[in-house]
């Protein structure tokens, strides 16, 4: 009996998952069980928005230590 829900549809990741699993991937570690949910989750657009996202916090964060350290190194 399957009383309306298809057992068979996989999950769509939460926000959550896919931002531990663009951290992840940034740190180049995934578990297989991760790996696999994430191919099967559906679409690649909130991976990959995660990922500019991602990019684009990281390289201004490290922009913004290298100005800071330099400024105390009073360079």
Do not use: C, W
């Not at 578990?31 to 990922?51: C, H, M, Q, T, W």
């Amino acid at each position: 009996m399957n009383n309306g829900k298809d057992d068979d549809k996989p999950q769509r990741p939460g926000f959550f998952q896919i931002v531990l699993s663009t951290l992840a991937a940034a740190f180049g570690v995934q578990s297989s069980k991760n790996r696999e949910r994430d191919f099967k989750g559906g679409s690649i657009v909130p991976y990959v928005l995660a990922g500019i996202i991602f990019t684009v916090v990281f390289v201004v964060v490290v922009v913004l230590v290298v100005r800071l350290v330099l400024a105390n190194a009073g360079m």
